[in-house]
């Protein structure tokens, strides 16, 4: 596995205008799969540093597929089950992106990611055949939300995992708000959220990774936006020669080759 595709490239501690030194927290943790990196400046920094960390291991919690006890793992061993507000606006927004991409992100894909196995310790090239029995039970048509009820089809399960990220950075963009932070950044693993500018008010610089190296593509600088890749050279394993990563084209249920390596 390669290393993430986004860094912070520069955070430095300036010094405001009074000549204080401005206050620096820092925290990383590992949640999601992922090592996430939140760096905030301010007289609440470690407080908001605190309640986002408290606040996506919740969502971690709430939403992993791998958790037996999350409100996904329930539908998927269940097949129908009354969920939270939260999870069920998220499901519903997940079913708007499918629409929006033609069906290129798919939530039910998760029979055909198991299969593979890519992102676990026994990565397994499936036959066809085995593909094959698999790609009926992938399609927005199996899941069916009605109020606070996720019901799912005979056989088939839902996976998080490409908007989970996105919805955590914003809602730690808006525990930061709360926490009157003018000045930070949050890293969760190829997804990067800047809070403002620098405490020397100059832009955040994020470097974005070259697919094809250990370099950087380019650097963008930044102020209260967000930043966030996904290719297939970052999570991948190699068998005779062939390389298969990650993402999986949900039509094919194989490693989507659309000549893009770097989104």
Not at 35 to 45: F, H, I, K, R, S
Not at 79 to 101: C, I, M, R, W
Not at 141 to 153: C, P
Not at 209 to 224: F, H, I
Request: charged share 15%.
């Amino acid at each position: 596995m390669k290393r993430f595709s986004i860094l912070i490239a520069a955070l430095c501690l300036c010094l405001t205008g009074c000549g204080k030194q401005t206050t620096e927290a820092t925290a990383q943790i590992f949640a999601m799969d992922t090592v996430m990196d939140l760096t905030a400046y301010g007289e609440n920094a470690a407080a908001a540093l605190t309640d986002a960390s408290r606040e996506i291991n919740r969502l971690e919690r709430l939403l992993s597929r791998t958790i037996d006890t999350s409100e996904i793992s329930q539908i998927n061993a269940s097949g129908a089950v009354t969920v939270s507000e939260e999870t069920a606006s998220l499901l519903a927004q997940a079913q708007t992106y499918t629409a929006a991409t033609d069906g290129a992100f798919d939530i039910t894909i998760a029979p055909l990611v198991s299969l593979w196995g890519i992102t676990t310790d026994s990565p397994y090239v499936p036959t066809q055949q085995e593909i094959d029995a698999l790609l009926p039970l992938v399609g927005p048509e199996h899941l069916h939300l009605s109020g606070d009820t996720a019901t799912l089809d005979d056989g088939c399960a839902i996976d998080l995992g490409g908007i989970a990220k996105g919805y955590a950075s914003d809602r730690v963009a808006a525990i930061f708000a709360r926490h009157g932070i003018t000045s930070g950044t949050i890293s969760l693993g190829g997804n990067v959220y800047v809070c403002g500018s620098k405490p020397n008010g100059q832009p955040w610089v994020v470097a974005i990774q070259d697919p094809r190296s250990d370099g950087y593509a380019v650097t963008v600088a930044l102020t209260d936006s967000f930043a966030v890749t996904s290719g297939g050279y970052q999570r991948y394993f190699e068998e005779n020669g062939q390389t298969y990563h990650h993402i999986i084209d949900p039509r094919t249920g194989y490693p989507a080759e659309n000549g893009l390596i770097s989104v």
